[in-house]
């Protein structure tokens, strides 16, 4: 949708330039006075037709030149207006050539001094031989696509403006009175100067562009940071099909997070008062609590988890204090909670049954090792809220184990009605119940249920959406 839009501004604006081919009174004079002519009504209608051609070609190519700056970039770019501007000189010269009559003369006219076209060569010549290097390097390694386009410019501009000088040189002034073959003559010395001057400008400043290496570059989206806190949210979930995520509060009411990238992830805490999403304007992790105005650029990447308070959160292996802003780095492949003043991970990644043991490690909120003990990959694990105990989750039942030890506390059957095989541990609720997904073994069933894990007793949650993937959870009462 953005780039049809774009190319209507573009086609407008030029439009609009061209459409106003007035020439005022004043500007015929002054161009008259500054070059030296002298108008009379044998030559007046062919200063008017070159002035009214530069004018309008160069105003547009101009206003081009604004319109793609902002359009691509976002901002007010010299080098782009320079390549419009320039862009609108040459048309105005090609429309001016097609309409005189096209006889060679035997020498090439002085349009400019000498001492100016040997510069104006040297020039051209430096910026062919630096191009020709720039080929050469490409072809040792990856060129992305703002370098070769201004990789091209300089030689084509170059190219484009010699030209354009060769048939103003070479081109016969008309036959007619001594006033015409003068006006003839003063246009075309005065668009030599102009092109020397504009092609010299564009040819260096793009070659230099290259040689350091600062390309211009699209201007970065502003942040989209909302303000005020977030509501308590009991669970979220991304809408592809309107580009967003959505939040169901306590009240039951979904809530639209705009800020929101619906294809990053999203967290919230154990009591769903604390959210943690990749921001849509910047790209970067934001964190958004219920005593801040905006939102806060968080360090790391990969999993997040939460403390159940949503005062620390887990980013991959990033350990980072909400309130504050600090961060450590948890020395652990994976993390599988956080809880009191412990952060419970694993040595390895979560792995098929039937994969070589790894260990289950215990940190402090400095990120410094406490203790480390055996443990099944396989297992669905979580750690209780209060980080005292594991719990893992099996088809039949229900086990609690010391995450400093490994040693098994205790062992619950799962008080299930029928189901299939398709179940995990989401969450916990502010009862400290193990929120789990259970796909029913009828049609129809709820899938979401809570298990008290002291007495494998399961709740039905007929509330809740049905489970599926993206479905983000955070206070569940």
Same mark, same amino acid.
């Given at each position: 949708?953005?780039?049809?839009?774009?190319?209507?501004?573009?086609?407008?604006?030029?439009?609009?330039?061209?459409?106003?081919?007035?020439?005022?009174?004043?500007?015929?004079?002054?161009?008259?006075?500054?070059?030296?002519?002298?108008?009379?009504?044998?030559?007046?209608?062919?200063?008017?037709?070159?002035?009214?051609?530069?004018?309008? %070609?160069?105003?547009?190519?101009?206003?081009?030149?604004?319109?793609?700056?902002?359009?691509?970039?976002?901002?007010?770019?010299?080098?782009?207006?320079?390549?419009?501007?320039?862009?609108?000189?040459?048309?105005?010269?090609?429309?001016?050539?097609?309409?005189?009559?096209?006889?060679?003369?035997?020498?090439?006219?002085?349009?400019?001094?000498?001492?100016?076209?040997?510069?104006?060569?040297?020039?051209?010549?430096?910026? %062919?031989?630096?191009?020709?290097?720039?080929?050469?390097? @490409?072809?040792?390694?990856?060129?992305?696509?703002?370098?070769?386009?201004?990789?091209?410019?300089?030689?084509?501009?170059?190219?484009?403006?010699?030209?354009?000088?060769?048939?103003?040189?070479?081109?016969?002034?008309?036959?007619? #009175?001594?006033?015409?073959?003068?006006?003839?003559?003063?246009?075309?010395?005065?668009?030599?100067?102009?092109?020397?001057?504009?092609?010299?400008?564009? #040819?260096?400043? @793009?070659?230099?562009?290259?040689?350091?290496?600062?390309?211009?570059?699209?201007?970065?989206?502003?942040?989209?940071?909302?303000?005020?806190?977030?509501?308590?949210?009991?669970?979220?979930?991304?809408?592809?099909?309107?580009?967003?995520?959505?939040?169901?509060?306590?009240?039951?009411?979904? #809530?639209?997070?705009?800020?929101?990238?619906?294809?990053?992830?999203?967290?919230?805490?154990? =009591?769903?008062?604390?959210?943690?999403?990749?921001?849509?304007? !910047?790209?970067?992790?934001?964190?958004?609590?219920?005593?801040? !105005?905006?939102?806060?650029?968080?360090?790391?990447?990969?999993?997040?988890?939460?403390?159940?308070?949503?005062?620390?959160?887990?980013?991959?292996?990033?350990?980072?204090?909400?309130?504050?802003?600090?961060?450590?780095?948890?020395?652990?492949?994976?993390?599988?909670?956080?809880?009191? =003043?412990?952060?419970?991970?694993?040595?390895?990644?979560?792995?098929?049954?039937?994969?070589?043991?790894?260990?289950?490690?215990?940190?402090?909120?400095?990120?410094?090792?406490? @203790?480390?003990?055996?443990? =099944?990959?396989?297992?669905?694990?979580?750690?209780?809220?209060?980080?005292?105990?594991? #719990?893992?989750?099996?088809?039949?039942?229900?086990?609690?184990?010391?995450?400093?030890?490994?040693?098994?506390?205790?062992?619950?059957?799962?008080?299930?009605?029928?189901?299939?095989?398709?179940?995990?541990?989401?969450? %916990?609720?502010? =009862?400290?119940?193990?929120?789990?997904?259970?796909?029913?073994?009828?049609?129809?069933?709820?899938?979401?249920?809570?298990?008290?894990?002291?007495?494998?007793?399961?709740?039905?949650?007929?509330?809740?959406?049905?489970?599926?993937?993206?479905?983000?959870?955070?206070?569940?009462?």
């Amino acid at each position: 949708m953005l780039i049809p839009l774009g190319l209507a501004l573009i086609i407008i604006v030029i439009g609009l330039a061209l459409g106003a081919r007035s020439l005022p009174r004043p500007v015929l004079e002054r161009f008259a006075r500054r070059q030296g002519l002298l108008v009379t009504p044998y030559n007046g209608d062919h200063v008017i037709a070159y002035l009214r051609a530069v004018r309008s %070609w160069r105003g547009a190519g101009l206003l081009g030149g604004i319109a793609f700056s902002l359009y691509f970039l976002g901002n007010l770019n010299l080098l782009f207006l320079l390549y419009g501007w320039l862009t609108g000189v040459l048309v105005a010269e090609f429309q001016l050539a097609a309409t005189r009559p096209r006889h060679w003369g035997g020498r090439r006219l002085e349009l400019i001094p000498r001492a100016q076209l040997v510069l104006w060569w040297l020039i051209a010549l430096a910026c %062919w031989a630096m191009a020709g290097v720039f080929v050469v390097r @490409s072809f040792t390694g990856e060129m992305g696509v703002a370098e070769r386009f201004f990789l091209a410019v300089p030689p084509v501009v170059a190219l484009a403006v010699h030209l354009v000088l060769r048939d103003l040189r070479g081109r016969a002034l008309p036959a007619g #009175t001594m006033d015409l073959v003068a006006a003839e003559f003063t246009a075309r010395r005065t668009s030599a100067r102009v092109l020397l001057a504009g092609g010299g400008a564009v #040819t260096f400043l @793009s070659t230099g562009v290259l040689l350091l290496g600062i390309l211009p570059a699209p201007a970065p989206p502003p942040p989209t940071i909302e303000r005020g806190p977030l509501p308590p949210m009991r669970f979220a979930r991304a809408q592809p099909d309107r580009d967003r995520w959505e939040m169901w509060t306590e009240r039951g009411q979904p #809530t639209p997070l705009r800020a929101a990238d619906p294809s990053g992830p999203l967290a919230a805490s154990g =009591d769903g008062a604390h959210v943690i999403y990749r921001d849509r304007g !910047t790209g970067r992790l934001v964190y958004r609590g219920p005593n801040r !105005t905006g939102a806060q650029e968080l360090p790391g990447a990969g999993e997040i988890v939460f403390s159940r308070d949503g005062r620390h959160a887990a980013i991959g292996t990033s350990l980072v204090d909400t309130k504050t802003g600090a961060a450590v780095t948890v020395n652990a492949a994976r993390i599988l909670g956080i809880g009191g =003043d412990r952060v419970v991970g694993t040595a390895g990644p979560r792995a098929l049954p039937g994969t070589p043991a790894t260990e289950v490690l215990v940190f402090d909120l400095r990120g410094a090792l406490l @203790s480390r003990a055996p443990l =099944d990959p396989s297992l669905d694990v979580r750690l209780t809220p209060d980080g005292t105990a594991l #719990t893992v989750l099996t088809f039949d039942d229900v086990v609690t184990m010391d995450p400093a030890t490994g040693e098994v506390l205790g062992r619950k059957r799962l008080k299930l009605p029928p189901r299939t095989a398709d179940q995990a541990s989401l969450g %916990w609720s502010a =009862d400290g119940r193990l929120l789990i997904k259970a796909e029913p073994g009828g049609a129809g069933g709820p899938g979401h249920y809570l298990v008290d894990v002291r007495t494998g007793a399961a709740e039905a949650l007929k509330e809740m959406p049905e489970p599926r993937a993206g479905l983000v959870y955070g206070s569940v009462t």
